[in-house]
Structure formats: structure tokens, C-alpha cells
């Protein structure tokens, strides 16, 4: 008896093995899950993204909708649905597809993070993206007195009002500008090195001192740490003949160090905090 031949398997499918995957935030799949759930409008992490100011992680999630409050709608795979008052006064007059504004997009997303330091990092990408900034987003929240976090958020927008931007920038401005009695520095100053625009990240004028706070995404290349050798530099060419760059230890451990090396530079009379 003859051996039974292999069993011969069909090839795949040329059209579904060309197929490309559609990331869950493509412009196609976000405006199909509104027209899913009619009337409807993009928000929370959909919104960032849609505007250019979304993470990177945020792009393999699902899509996020409004509806109004009253409704009851099924759920999608894919889909987050949030049910929310007062919807049409929140919506963009004029993008496509159907969202929030930016801002109210922000609060809600902060309201949720997962951590205070996510919230920082959030509030500060959005303002820095000069997308909004700190006081049209307290105008907004001063309408959202349901809003999970709002006295924190209140508070917060604040210190990005004062350019604390990132998470380490808040941090040194509340656990190490404040109740150390330093001066109020001058952040996010835009200053030229050559024929490039910079900001510098804290700056005591008074003390002809400027502090550079390592913690940022964005300080992390080879790149990166050269054109901040170049901020330094321009500094001194400049007059400013001290900079301090400090990263996350210098700010979160006993940070007496730090206090003591800023006040005396030009005469401070301050004395650090216990």
C-alpha cells in the first residue's frame, strides 16, 4: 500500500495577507465610532490624539466617544463610551470628526490619571504644545464642578501658569522654590543660542543664576545633553555666569544642597528649610 500524500494546504489569502492592521486611532476608525453611535463625539485620549497631543501608548487603545447623559447605548469592542451633561456646549464648532474642545478633552483626562505625576506631566505637554494654556483651561474647569480632582487640578494650573511645565519642574517649584524661601524664579524664558530658540527652565534674575532641571522627555539624547552644554555656555557669553542643572535626586533628596548652592552664588541671604 502506497503511503497517503501530505495534505495539501491552500496558500493564503493574497488579500487578506496584504492587509494592513488599522491602528485603533486611525482617522477611519475614529470617525466610523462616531457615526456608530450618532449623535457623537470624540473625547478623552481620542481628542489628544486627534490633536496632536496624545501619547504614543495611547494610540493602541480604544476609541473614546461622548454621548449625551440621557442615553443608554450598547457597547462596542474597541469602543470606551462616556455618557456626559451638557455635551453640546463642550463640542468644537467646526472639526471632523465630531469632538470636544481640546481643553475640556485635558481636564478630563487629567482628572483620571493615574497618578498626581501623570497629571502634571499632562497639564504641562498640553500648555507646552501651545495648543492651550493655563488659564483657558482654569477658565474651563471653573464650569466643571463635577470634575473628579478638581481642587488638585485648580492648584496645579497655577504652577503651570508660572511655567512649571514638566513633572520635575513642578516638583523643584513646590518642594524646593517655595518652602525654601528662594525667589520666585523666571521660567520658560526664551533666549537664542546662535541662530536657535530655547527656553530656559528656571532663571533668578536677581541672582544672575539660571537652574536646568533634567527630568524632561527631551533630555535624554547625546544631542540633546550638547545643545544644553550650548544653553550653558550661552549663558556665561551672556553674563549669566552660573547655571545649575539639576535631575531628579538633586530635587527629590535632601535638597539643603540645592538651596545652599543657589542663594550665596550672587549674595542670597535665604536659608534653606530644615
Not at 449625551?68 to 463642550?90: F, K, S, T, Y
Not at 474651563?140 to 511655567?163: C, H, K, M, N, T
Not at 548652592?261 to 541671604?269: E, K, L, M, W
Request: hydrophobic share 40%; net charge positive.
Amino acid at each position: 500500500m502506497s503511503p497517503t500524500p501530505p495534505p495539501v494546504r491552500s496558500p493564503p489569502s493574497p488579500t487578506r495577507a496584504a492587509e494592513p492592521r488599522r491602528p485603533p486611532h486611525s482617522p477611519t476608525a475614529a470617525l466610523a465610532a462616531t457615526l456608530f453611535y450618532e449623535p457623537a463625539a470624540l473625547t478623552h485620549e481620542s481628542v489628544l490624539i486627534a490633536e496632536g497631543v496624545g501619547r504614543p501608548q495611547d494610540a493602541d487603545g480604544p476609541v473614546h466617544i461622548a454621548v449625551d447623559h440621557a442615553r443608554r447605548v450598547e457597547p462596542q469592542a474597541g469602543i470606551v463610551v462616556h455618557r456626559r451633561r451638557g455635551l453640546v456646549a463642550a463640542l468644537h464648532p467646526s472639526k471632523t470628526p465630531l469632538r470636544v474642545r481640546l481643553d475640556e478633552a485635558v481636564l478630563d483626562v487629567a482628572s483620571t490619571a493615574r497618578s498626581d505625576a501623570a497629571a502634571v506631566a499632562l497639564l504641562g505637554d498640553a500648555c507646552q504644545s501651545r495648543r492651550t494654556n493655563a488659564s483657558r483651561l482654569a477658565r474651563v474647569l471653573s464650569q466643571r464642578v463635577r470634575l473628579p480632582r478638581r481642587s488638585f487640578l485648580a492648584e496645579l494650573l497655577v504652577d503651570v501658569a508660572e511655567g512649571a511645565y514638566s513633572v520635575l519642574e513642578h516638583r523643584y517649584l513646590t518642594g524646593v522654590e517655595r518652602p525654601h524661601g528662594l525667589p520666585t524664579g523666571k521660567r520658560q524664558r526664551l533666549v537664542h543660542v546662535g541662530r536657535t530658540r530655547a527656553y530656559r527652565d528656571v532663571e533668578y534674575l536677581q541672582l544672575d543664576t539660571v537652574v536646568e532641571l533634567d527630568g524632561r522627555l527631551g533630555h535624554d539624547g547625546t544631542q540633546d545633553r550638547w545643545d544644553d552644554l550650548d544653553r550653558d555656555i550661552a549663558g556665561i557669553v551672556g553674563g549669566t555666569a552660573v547655571t545649575l542643572r539639576l535631575g531628579w535626586r538633586q530635587v527629590l533628596s535632601p535638597c539643603s544642597a540645592t538651596c545652599v548652592a543657589i542663594q550665596p552664588i550672587r549674595g542670597g541671604s535665604g536659608t534653606p528649610a530644615a
